[in-house]
């Protein structure tokens, strides 16, 4: 309402509701009473102007859409388990400044796991969200992951994947053929697809990109494997 109707008036009347009826009153009076007359009349005319409101909104959209729209802001909640909330945060905030600063979203941690990603659209949440849920995913043995060359060494290339999972590609594991230089087949961050083959005595990840079409992702070992458990197969 404006400013001259507020002050002069004797009474502001909001109402809210649906076709069904109201679901939410405001009033303010600057005198001492109304009578059940006016407020018939007040709620008479509040149903006209909800309903002729609501028809204007049905002839652009008849109802509820089954999912947000692409372009639109949205809040996602999610849980991790709350030994892996200090590799999401970082040193000194170091990694979810990064997701925050990449991905545009605004990211919120509570103490039990729970994290609440804003983001302007649908390709930045999935963005934050993706990143968040490689960092405290687990490395899953046979498994094919993305990652970059973050280190290379005689005996073979260490490459991060996972968020902050780190690997060794052993030189033998670098290319289908023999491998005389790391630095023939990889340089350090280069993009790399692995499959991992294991964990050492130590816990560490072992990788292969041998076993991997660079190009397309495809499992190569997987591949070799199928004569023979077509062999076996009942």
């Known amino acids: 309402i404006l400013g001259d109707e507020d002050h002069l008036g004797d009474m502001d009347f909001k109402v809210a509701g649906t076709e069904r009826g109201v679901t939410a009153l405001q009033m303010d009076i600057k005198i001492t009473s109304i009578t ?3 407020m018939r009349i007040a709620l008479s005319q509040a149903r006209e102007g909800r309903l002729l409101i609501l028809g204007e909104m049905a002839k652009a ?3 509820a859409r089954d999912s947000v729209s692409e372009n639109a802001p949205r809040i996602t909640t999610f849980s991790i388990p709350k030994e892996k909330i200090r590799e999401v945060i970082g040193s ?3 990694v979810i400044r990064e997701i925050t600063e990449t991905t545009g979203a605004k990211i919120d941690i509570d103490d039990d796991g729970t994290i609440k990603v804003a983001a302007v659209d649908g390709e930045a949440a999935r963005a934050a969200i993706d990143w968040i849920r490689g960092i405290v995913a687990e490395p899953e043995v ?3 992951y993305p990652g970059k060359v973050v280190k290379v060494v005689d005996f073979g290339a260490f490459v991060n994947f996972l968020g902050s999972r780190d690997g060794l590609v052993h030189i033998s594991e670098l ?6 230089k790391v630095a023939d087949v990889v340089k350090l961050g280069d993009p790399v697809k692995v499959k991992v083959l294991g964990f050492d005595d130590r816990g560490k990840v072992k990788l292969s990109m041998r076993q ?4 397309t992702g ?3 070992g997987a591949r070799r494997q199928e004569p023979a458990q077509a062999k076996v197969a009942p």
């Open 175 to 180: 290319a289908p053929h023999r491998v005389g």
């Open 142 to 144: 046979g498994v094919i």
């Open 218 to 220: 495809e499992d190569l």
């Open 212 to 215: 991997v079409d660079q190009q």
């Open 61 to 63: 959209l008849t109802g």
């Open 92 to 94: 000194g905030g170091k």
């Open 36 to 38: 059940e007359e006016i």
